[in-house]
């Protein structure tokens, strides 16, 4: 493949399957450089609790949350850091586009090139679980087959270990398991929920403290935490924050920063045999775009007119597919830089004139180029219906997508913000400033995977990572 990509194939794990795909499951795993994680689940509680001033509360709101909800589906997306080539820089890089605030002026650029490997496994807890309306919307909206489910999820129980089921090998704990073992960096974007979520769906019972989970943690993922959602909101700073947007803002930059000779990401995939276990999920760029185009006043409020702005904004609509408006995330990404653009021309024109101090900032003055008219925007949405969406219908294997859409946006970061120095280990990337943070809605810090010098682990989790370094030692032997 290449800097570009069509679609990328997702392996959907069930009971049928499991037994066969497990040795390439438990390889992907064990040679990635990151492994990217997303979680589909019944329910996630009332906005009051994701978004509690407390964060102590909102640890225990999701805590309560997790033991009353459940996962229907685990994504998992090896991404393995194959080799990074070099190589120089025709010439000093001078760009026009502000989105780029460049990290290292280097004089040599890079392409990091990955293996993609992704799974999604399809969960089926066997306690009793809350399904809330709102989820069952958005996943029978997205596809989601509820029969399928129902009849080859891979059954799980919650909380600690129970000793007369452990035999059990092949399922969905033990998957946990081994990406404990691994001791590979974990990417997630949004991580806290999903954090929780495992640790008592596949792991243990939830400690009580928050402070005593955080502890935990920083035994459990020994690798370290990355959050997209973190580096998206605290460092490159775009417009909106949701995976969709991030992976679709990510995958254009990566383009255009290959095109313009700096550092990108190309990924491969492996040639699987054509099968019922393969699912190509569509996530080709569009052809065309308004970027570079210079609309008038009145062609960008049509474009504006155009777009579901709530949806723009949060990735989330309560209309979902009967909204009259465009959820075209291409749309959405053109319509905020043409406003960054605009934004960043007066800004200069302001600087300007502030220089000349010659008290005319009146904008009718400058010169505006109208190369982009109303009708114009009118031909171009209908060339543009039906290309490039993004895999907008996934169904069962949702989370195994938004696991690659993670792990994607979290190379493009790498060959944006870190650096290459002979090593493929992702400690040797320059990326130690993003590790174990954590992104929190509403604050300014994130929250940090540290262990405090007066916080203990719980018992529940010694017992088990003791357990797991034991099946550690005798696979050894
Ligand atoms: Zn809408």
């Known amino acids: 493949m290449s800097v570009r990509f069509e679609s990328v194939p997702v392996l959907d794990v069930n009971t049928n399957n499991i037994e066969v795909l497990w040795p390439s499951l438990m390889k992907a795993m064990d040679s990635s450089t990151f492994i990217a994680v997303d979680t589909e689940l019944s329910g996630i509680g009332t906005r009051k609790t994701l978004m509690a001033k407390s964060v102590e509360d909102r640890y225990k709101g999701t805590a309560e949350n997790a033991k009353t909800r459940s996962v229907v589906s685990l994504g998992l997306s090896c ?75 891979v059954g799980y129980y919650r909380g600690n270990d129970k000793p007369d089921l452990i035999s059990d090998k092949k399922c969905l704990r033990s998957v ?56 998206t909101d605290y460092v490159h700073r775009m417009p909106a924050s949701y995976l969709e947007y991030v992976f679709r803002k990510s995958q254009r930059d990566n383009v255009q920063r290959y095109n313009t000779e700096r550092s990108s990401v190309t990924i491969n995939i492996l040639p699987y045999p054509a099968s019922d276990t393969v699912n190509y999920c569509k996530c080709g ?34 209309s979902g597919d009967r909204c009259s408006k465009s959820h075209d995330i291409d749309l959405i990404l053109d319509m905020d830089h043409l ?64 696991s690659f859409m993670t792990g994607f946006s979290f190379a493009v970061y790498i060959s944006k913000y870190g650096s290459y120095k002979g090593s493929l280990n992702l400690d040797d990337c320059g990326m130690e400033a993003f590790k174990n943070n954590v992104y929190l809605s509403g604050k300014n810090m994130p929250l940090t995977i540290v262990k405090s010098a007066f916080s203990k682990t719980s018992k529940d989790h010694k017992e088990k990572i003791k357990r797991i370094s034991e099946i550690v030692k005798n696979s050894d032997i």
């Open 79 to 153: 991404f393995k850091l194959t080799h990074v080539d070099t190589k120089p820089k025709k010439q000093a890089g001078n760009m026009s586009d502000d989105s780029f605030v460049d990290e290292h002026s280097s004089t040599s650029c890079h392409t990091w090139n990955f293996l993609v490997q992704t799974y999604n496994i399809m969960a089926l807890c066997q306690e009793e679980y809350v399904v809330e309306p709102s989820s069952l919307k958005f996943l029978v909206e997205h596809g989601f087959d509820f029969n399928k489910q129902y009849s080859c999820g």
């Open 339 to 402: 406003v960054q653009t605009r934004k960043s021309r007066k800004r200069k024109r302001r600087n300007r004139n502030q220089q000349s101090d010659n008290g005319d900032s009146d904008e009718s003055q400058e010169p505006v180029n109208n190369q982009f008219t109303k009708d114009q925007f009118e031909e171009f949405m209908s060339k543009r219906l039906g290309s490039g969406e993004i895999c907008q219908h996934a169904g069962c294997h949702r989370a195994g997508f938004d």
């Open 176 to 231: 946990f398991t081994a990406l404990v073992k691994t001791k590979k960096p974990v990417v997630f974007h949004n991580a806290l929920t999903d954090l929780v979520f495992l640790y008592q769906n596949f792991y243990a019972s939830l400690p009580s403290a928050m402070s005593t989970f955080i502890a935990d943690l920083t035994e459990i993922f020994t690798g370290g935490v990355y959050d997209t959602k973190y580096v």
């Open 285 to 318: 760029l569009p052809q065309g775009s308004l970027q570079g185009t210079d609309p008038d006043q009145e062609t960008l409020q049509a474009i504006k007119e155009h777009i579901c702005l709530g949806f723009a904004g949060h990735g989330w609509c309560s």
